[in-house]
């Protein structure tokens, strides 16, 4: 069975670090991107970025670029989302899902979703 | 930044027909997806390049694609198909890549 198992949920102070976790299983982890969305409390779904474990190319929406880094560690099927400075708006749950990416026309949509991970960030 | 715009809701009587649109400039080059969220659940792709649908997806789900405007059609829908739907497609104007982007989401209720 193709799944993917995020880490828990987490409640932080602001300005603190975080690194959450993505582990997949049952494919080719190398062989699909593998990426993040956001969905704030009552809020719609934002992608956040993208990251193919075969080679670490990252690709960012303009709107996360430089607010969190995706990176993965393909040794053990993982993909991760940190924050080196927390904020209150970084309160989420943060999903991360495999990513069909590829073809003419581009084609990129996400057939495989984590459970997701809340994140709450509070004083 | 590239917009996808939905409608915030859509009611109908079980049994009836949902249409569910999508706009933006992009659709007429860009393929789109669909995807349904219950509460307290993870999204679920319901329809992938704009009219195909995954395995397991109900046949009443189906989507079709004219000019900038997308649709989401629900045939015959019942109680458990009140959900949100968002949809997706890509953004590729910018020369640094291509990204991901989201409609705001149609909250769908069954009367």
């Known amino acids: 069975e193709v799944q993917l198992v995020q880490s828990g949920a987490e409640v932080k102070d602001p300005e603190k670090s975080l690194k959450i976790s993505c582990k997949g299983s049952?494919?080719?982890?190398?062989?699909?991107?593998i990426g993040w969305v956001r969905q704030m409390p009552g809020r719609g779904l934002e992608w956040m970025g993208i990251i193919y474990p075969g080679d670490s190319d990252t690709r960012y929406s303009p709107s996360f670029q430089g607010q969190v880094t995706i990176s993965v560690d393909k040794s053990i099927s993982t993909a991760y989302l940190q924050w080196s400075s927390l904020k209150a708006s970084d309160t989420a749950m943060y999903y991360c899902a495999r990513h069909v990416y590829g073809g003419v026309p581009t084609a990129m949509y996400m057939d495989v979703w984590g459970k997701g991970t809340t994140v709450t960030v509070s004083s | 930044s590239y917009e996808l715009t939905q409608p915030p809701s859509v009611s109908v009587s079980p049994g009836q027909t949902a249409r569910i649109t999508c706009s933006g400039d992009?659709?007429?080059?860009?393929?789109a997806y669909w995807y349904q969220q219950k509460p307290g659940q993870a999204p679920v792709v319901v329809i992938y390049k704009d009219s195909e649908r995954p395995s397991g997806i109900p046949e009443r789900f189906s989507g079709s694609s004219s000019g900038t405007t997308v649709t989401l059609t629900i045939s015959g829908v019942q109680a458990e198909d009140e959900a949100d739907y968002y949809c997706?497609?890509?953004?590729?104007?910018?020369?640094?890549?291509?990204?991901?982007?989201f409609g705001g989401g149609t909250k769908l209720t069954v009367l």
């Open positions: 997706q497609s890509v953004d590729s104007s910018d020369s640094s890549g291509t990204y991901g982007v």
């Open positions: 049952g494919y080719s982890f190398t062989s699909y991107w």
């Open positions: 992009a659709l007429p080059k860009e393929y």
